[in-house]
């Protein structure tokens, strides 16, 4: 088998070294009665070239070459192609975690440079070396803020991605902290007065969401000060990192959790992808994951480490911040070079092409929401079932928006759109085509 | 004498920032085909932020070549021998990296229709079925993210079975060898933690298995073979001793490259475990991530897997959330999918010969532990699978530690081997080759080592103060925990504080 | 380094040094010595009560975390700033410069339970030889 490097003589070899006879002798330590005595149902083994057959077979059966106007936590934006060429070199693709400082230089200072660009990027001071997805980092920021202020409630805005909130609460259900939900007012954006009911002095988090799920902005300006005086912490989220190029960050929040999807990961059905923890320099210390630190080495040349270990699951066991071990290191590679090769400028002009796209599409087609909004936006379809929509344009190779009932009964013809800088004139000229038409024919009742 | 390694010029090169000039962009975007908006209009003026302070602005080449430097300062499995044990860094076939850049695949958005997006749920419905065919257990979910996640992910559903049946219970027993997650996880899920203690076979001790087991107890997590490579002989009691006072087992499946194709968990009574995609499976560990988690349940357990679950209408496939009792989702979508193609092209390349790839990672494992014994205390004398500890007792009678040997290790060509894990071996050398080293390969690691062992004896220091060869000596990481900076800041922006200990820093390495 | 006699030892290494009402608390020179260097110092909030014989903080070096244990119960009046800049100083005096806090003693006769500075000297010699 080509993985495998060593020959019949050099199993003999070995064996011989060993003074066994046969492989068969090192599994002698395995009761009898559990060594199975076949092999397992599963094919034989298959040529690399079966392999290529077998899954462009199955990449066949999904879309291919369809225009896609879906967003709703998973964006498609472009790939450089220098992204590819950095994270497939070996040096870096099948490496170890750098716990081996001297032989991990590469992937620290990686690292570190992707700390300081999340910083810059959200107005924190402190970021890690990322979380497994914007949905695990947000449970873990509310963790956080459970250990801060040694409160133990958590309120949650409804417009934070659903399966956010329900991750949320899959982890909060056995640790006795309840989650309330925060209801969204007329405008699709957090409904104050119910904030302001729902916090007490019991809340340790409040955590909203900007852009929020329905592609609108948050006030974190004003949202902050509330939030504060009840002494609680403010986290804000964000699922679509390319905002923050031109966005105002959330500068007043006390923990910043997202999701770098955006940043040169393929959407890929919904993973790997790549989470953020951002905070305050003050609550380093409560930070999960790893951190990589600057120092210098026995000559007094800079260098850098994994630091602040002590946190960690390793060493505090069960007293660790969190279980987590394992950072999307090559995926957040991956978002690295994506900023540099973007850079200051680049990532604000593809904020406002964006901008400019969406804009575009959302101008031609009934809005359910006034406010501002990014990239993405939420139209009804005039007593028409979304799915209807999205039939027809799935004729023209072209698949539609999110239908929103699932997760928001009350939004029921409604769906979520996003158009981004791949998003073609002529697409959207077509679904905003389809619209007219066929929500026309539904109001004046016909077929 | 050092064979696997000759000194080389490897270029030097600064943070982004540091070589950032103010004007430049490495990425180019087509021009608009719709008319351009204005922001502050569209959005409000307090909402557009003003440039990101810092952000880095290079050129492409300079972007590339950055990064490329940056790699030649790492070590890569495609470089060498990691002897890591408990990791099982194997070789990561770059078919793998070809099938899950295919479009289809690559490009499919978990919200997309169900219609298209069969290939995609035929991938995971795939790997599903031939990881419980490899563990022998009843359904697989594959929702997790990485190891420690379906750690999470299992012991929350032995919460809600013990629930279903009255009372989630009070306690998980851990043996003393076990990784740092396992208590970790155990405490997540509001459940006090109890070490059981191994016996002087390594093992863990049955005596002390059967007093802890009660009615308080939910489960025991345990790693089989253990964290010292040790067959736990007793596993089918172990499981009886725990189903007999209520309770049930949790397989940890970090050594599951032991296992493969010669004996299955589900057959000893494991009720629930999970598997490192990234370690059997051979996914790239990529300097830390992304992993992924898969969790194989018996069938007790099969209503508490997360949901959604793949069901079968008639020819297709179809997310099903209709489960009442799932213990909820434990991360947005699907999971780590990208993960999943590799993962399954791994068990496609093997299909049902991956017991001879498991039979070679214990004869590489036990031809490295007969070498090394005259030279190394072996930590238990039971026998070794896939992996073996030894203990640093020999070598610290000269004052030289297993870090130290480690150390010196790099600069005979390798990656350093797990140091001091298990925390039950005093000092402990943890090393695992795994079956895609070859003989040669591994008889440059065993002359590395044997060398180093006399170099202890003849002179010590040198041994001390490795890596000589490295860019970096040493690193300090004292000073990076007391004054901890994990960001760059221009020098104007660092606070005196940090100005200050910089310079300290420095300073006292040098006089050092 | 010596152990004054004036302080009092605990088995886990803390000492105490008691004055009327008042105790400052500290670790051992033996403790600093196996924890190797010392990173940070999780120390509790002024007007925190410590308890005899429970966790009252802890100490972390690169590699490892240990609780503190309070040698006499009482209420926290004031904790070393100190170590907040220069955890060190626990590593390079810790009898002196290095202490933890200093407390209001709620249960004086707590301390004739302690160790003296001879009996806490046998311990750690015995602890010594059996660790070689």
């Known amino acids: 088998m080509r993985y495998l490097p060593n020959s019949d003589s050099d199993r003999r070899e070995m064996l011989a070294a060993l003074g066994l006879q046969s492989e068969e002798d090192l599994i002698a330590s395995i009761p009898a009665e559990l060594r199975l005595k076949q092999p397992l149902a599963l094919e034989p083994g298959k040529s690399e070239f079966e392999i290529i057959e077998y899954f462009k077979r199955l990449a066949s059966r999904n879309a291919n070459g369809y225009a896609s106007f879906l967003g709703a936590g998973a964006y498609y934006h472009y790939r450089p192609v220098v992204v590819d060429a950095v994270v497939s070199r070996g040096e870096f693709l099948t490496s170890y975690t750098p716990y081996q400082a001297e032989i991990s230089q590469g992937t620290l200072t990686s690292i570190f440079e992707f700390q300081t660009m999340i910083c810059q990027l959200t107005g924190m001071e402190v970021a890690n070396a990322s979380m497994y997805d914007g949905s695990t980092a947000v449970t873990e920021a509310a963790m956080m803020a459970v250990r801060i202020t040694q409160r133990d409630k958590i309120l949650i805005a409804r417009t934070v991605h659903p399966e956010y909130r329900a991750v949320l609460l899959t982890c909060t259900q056995h640790q006795g902290i309840p989650v309330a939900e925060v209801a969204y007012g007329k405008n699709g954006q957090l409904d104050f007065d119910?904030?302001?009911?729902?916090?007490?002095?019991?809340?340790?988090?409040?955590?909203?969401?900007?852009?929020?799920?329905?592609?609108?902005?948050?006030?974190?300006?004003?949202?902050?000060?509330?939030?504060?005086?009840?002494?609680?912490?403010?986290?804000?989220?964000?699922?679509?990192?390319?905002?923050?190029?031109?966005?105002?960050?959330?500068?007043?929040?006390?923990?910043?959790?997202?999701?770098?999807?955006?940043?040169?990961?393929?959407?890929?059905?919904?993973?790997?992808?790549?989470?953020?923890?951002?905070?305050?320099?003050?609550?380093?210390?409560?930070?999960?994951?790893?951190?990589?630190?600057?120092?210098?080495?026995?000559?007094?040349n800079r260098a850098f480490c994994l630091t602040l270990a002590a946190r960690e699951q390793h060493i505090r066991r069960e007293k660790?911040?969190?279980?987590?071990?394992?950072?999307?290191?090559?995926?957040?590679?991956?978002?690295?070079?994506?900023?540099?090769?973007?850079?200051?400028?680049?990532?604000?002009?593809?904020?406002?092409?964006?901008?400019?796209?969406?804009?575009?599409?959302?101008?031609?087609?009934?809005?359910?929401?006034?406010?501002?909004?990014?990239?993405?936006?939420?139209?009804?379809?005039?007593?028409?079932?979304?799915?209807?929509?999205?039939?027809?344009?799935?004729?023209?190779?072209i698949i539609g928006g999110l239908p929103l009932e699932r997760f928001y009964p009350e939004l029921k013809n409604a769906m979520l759109l996003c158009a981004t800088e791949m998003s073609k004139r002529e697409d959207m000229d077509t679904v905003a085509a389809v619209f007219h038409c066929r929500c026309q024919q539904s109001a004046t009742g016909g077929a | 004498m050092i064979q696997k390694v000759s000194p080389h010029i490897v270029q030097n090169e600064p943070l982004l920032f540091e070589r950032s000039t103010p004007g430049k962009c490495g990425c180019e975007l087509p021009p608009l085909d719709v008319p351009p908006v204005d922001a502050q209009q569209v959005l409000g003026k307090e909402n557009v932020r003003d440039e990101i302070e810092d952000f880095p602005e290079i050129s492409e080449l300079e972007v590339l070549r950055h990064f490329t430097r940056l790699s030649s300062w790492n070590y890569g499995i495609d470089l060498g021998l990691y002897p890591l044990g408990s990791c099982t860094m194997k070789y990561n076939p770059r078919v793998n990296e070809v099938v899950a850049r295919l479009e289809g695949l690559a490009w499919a958005h978990p919200y997309q229709p169900e219609e298209l997006s069969q290939g995609a749920m035929e991938v995971i419905a795939m790997l599903e079925q031939a990881l419980a065919e490899i563990t022998g257990m009843d359904a697989v979910t594959l929702q997790p993210a990485a190891g420690a996640h379906g750690e999470f992910t299992g012991i929350l559903m032995i919460r809600a079975l013990l629930e279903s049946r009255g009372g989630p219970r009070k306690k998980i027993l851990v043996p003393d060898s076990a990784h740092g997650t396992n208590p970790a996880t155990a405490a997540m899920i509001g459940y006090t933690v109890e070490n059981i203690r191994s016996n002087e076979r390594g093992m863990v001790d049955l005596e002390a298995l059967a007093k802890a087991a009660n009615e308080d107890v939910a489960a025991l997590m345990i790693?089989?073979?253990?964290?010292?490579?040790?067959?736990?002989?007793?596993?089918?009691?172990?499981?009886?001793?725990?189903?007999?006072?209520?309770?049930?087992?949790?397989?940890?499946?970090?050594?599951?490259?032991?296992?493969?194709?010669?004996?299955?968990?589900?057959?000893?009574?494991?009720?629930?475990?999970?598997?490192?995609?990234?370690?059997?499976?051979?996914?790239?560990?990529?300097?830390?991530?992304?992993?992924?988690?898969?969790?194989?349940?018996?069938?007790?357990?099969?209503?508490?897997?997360?949901?959604?679950?793949?069901?079968?209408?008639?020819?297709?496939?179809?997310?099903?959330?209709?489960?009442?009792?799932?213990?909820?989702?434990?991360?947005?979508?699907?999971?780590?999918?990208?993960?999943?193609?590799?993962?399954?092209?791994?068990?496609?390349?093997?299909?049902?010969?991956?017991?001879?790839?498991?039979?070679?990672?214990?004869?590489?494992?036990?031809?490295?532990?007969?070498?090394?014994?005259?030279?190394?205390?072996?930590?238990?004398?039971?026998?070794?699978?896939?992996?073996?500890?030894?203990?640093?007792?020999?070598?610290?009678?000269?004052?030289?530690?297993?870090?130290?040997?480690?150390?010196?290790?790099?600069?005979?060509?390798?990656?350093?081997?797990?140091?001091?894990?298990?925390?039950?071996?005093?000092?402990?050398?943890?090393?695992?080759?795994?079956?895609?080293?070859?003989?040669?390969?591994?008889?440059?690691?065993?002359?590395?080592?044997?060398?180093?062992?006399?170099?202890?004896?003849?002179?010590?220091?040198?041994?001390?103060?490795?890596?000589?060869?490295?860019?970096?000596?040493?690193?300090?990481?004292?000073?990076?925990?007391?004054?901890?900076?994990?960001?760059?800041?221009?020098?104007?922006?660092?606070?005196?504080?940090?100005?200050?200990?910089?310079?300290?820093?420095?300073?006292?390495?040098?006089?050092? | 380094m010596s152990y004054p006699t004036s302080y009092r030892y605990t088995k886990e290494h803390e000492w105490v040094h008691v004055d009327g009402d008042y105790g400052t608390i500290g670790i051992t020179d033996y403790a600093q010595h196996e924890l190797g260097d010392i990173v940070f110092v999780d120390l509790p909030q002024p007007g925190k009560q410590i308890t005899k014989g429970q966790s009252f903080g802890s100490v972390e070096s690169v590699k490892a975390v240990s609780d503190i244990f309070a040698p006499v119960s009482g209420s926290v009046i004031e904790i070393n700033e100190l170590l907040k800049q220069r955890p060190e100083k626990l590593n390079d005096d810790p009898h002196g410069e290095g202490w933890l806090v200093k407390v209001k003693l709620s249960h004086p006769d707590e301390v004739t339970s302690l160790l003296s500075s001879a009996e806490y000297e046998e311990y750690i010699g015995a602890e010594k030889t059996a660790k070689a």
């Not at chain 2, 297709?316 to 590799?342: C, E, H, K, T």
Request: proline share 6%; hydrophobic share 40%.
């Open chain 1, 320 to 397: 660790a911040t969190s279980n987590i071990c394992t950072n999307q290191a090559l995926l957040a590679l991956m978002a690295t070079v994506f900023m540099a090769l973007y850079g200051k400028n680049g990532l604000r002009q593809l904020a406002e092409q964006n901008l400019a796209k969406a804009h575009y599409l959302a101008s031609k087609l009934p809005l359910v929401f006034e406010g501002p909004f990014f990239n993405e936006f939420v139209v009804h379809t005039n007593g028409k079932p979304p799915e209807v929509i999205n039939a027809h344009l799935l004729k023209k190779n």
């Open chain 1, 194 to 300: 119910d904030l302001k009911k729902h916090l007490n002095q019991e809340i340790a988090g409040v955590i909203i969401q900007t852009p929020n799920f329905f592609g609108l902005l948050e006030r974190v300006k004003e949202i902050a000060p509330i939030v504060s005086a009840a002494g609680a912490l403010l986290i804000v989220v964000f699922t679509e990192a390319v905002s923050l190029g031109l966005l105002e960050p959330p500068r007043e929040a006390d923990i910043v959790a997202g999701e770098l999807q955006s940043f040169a990961i393929s959407p890929s059905y919904g993973g790997p992808y790549v989470g953020i923890i951002a905070t305050r320099e003050k609550y380093i210390r409560q930070m999960p994951g790893r951190l990589v630190g600057e120092t210098v080495d026995v000559n007094g």
């Open chain 2, 223 to 512: 790693t089989n073979p253990n964290t010292l490579g040790i067959f736990e002989e007793n596993i089918q009691k172990i499981c009886a001793i725990l189903h007999d006072c209520g309770g049930l087992v949790y397989m940890d499946g970090a050594n599951m490259n032991a296992l493969a194709g010669i004996v299955r968990p589900g057959d000893f009574g494991i009720d629930v475990m999970h598997l490192n995609l990234h370690k059997t499976f051979s996914t790239p560990h990529g300097g830390g991530g992304p992993g992924a988690g898969a969790v194989a349940v018996a069938k007790s357990l099969t209503p508490f897997l997360p949901a959604p679950r793949l069901k079968r209408e008639g020819d297709r496939w179809v997310w099903n959330y209709d489960l009442p009792q799932s213990v909820g989702r434990v991360r947005a979508f699907y999971g780590n999918f990208g993960v999943l193609v590799r993962a399954l092209a791994y068990v496609l390349a093997h299909g049902n010969g991956i017991r001879q790839a498991t039979l070679d990672a214990l004869l590489n494992a036990n031809y490295v532990r007969a070498a090394l014994e005259p030279y190394y205390d072996i930590a238990y004398p039971s026998p070794t699978m896939h992996e073996c500890v030894f203990s640093d007792d020999r070598q610290a009678k000269k004052g030289v530690r297993t870090g130290d040997i480690a150390k010196r290790l790099i600069d005979y060509g390798f990656h350093p081997y797990t140091v001091s894990f298990p925390l039950i071996v005093r000092g402990a050398l943890m090393i695992e080759p795994t079956e895609t080293e070859s003989k040669r390969e591994l008889d440059l690691f065993i002359d590395a080592m044997i060398s180093i062992a006399k170099e202890v004896e003849e002179n010590p220091e040198l041994v001390k103060k490795a890596p000589y060869s490295t860019r970096t000596r040493r690193v300090d990481e004292v000073t990076a925990a007391r004054r901890p900076i994990v960001r760059w800041r221009r020098n104007e922006n660092r606070t005196p504080q940090q100005a200050q200990d910089v310079k300290e820093a420095s300073s006292s390495q040098v006089t050092a």
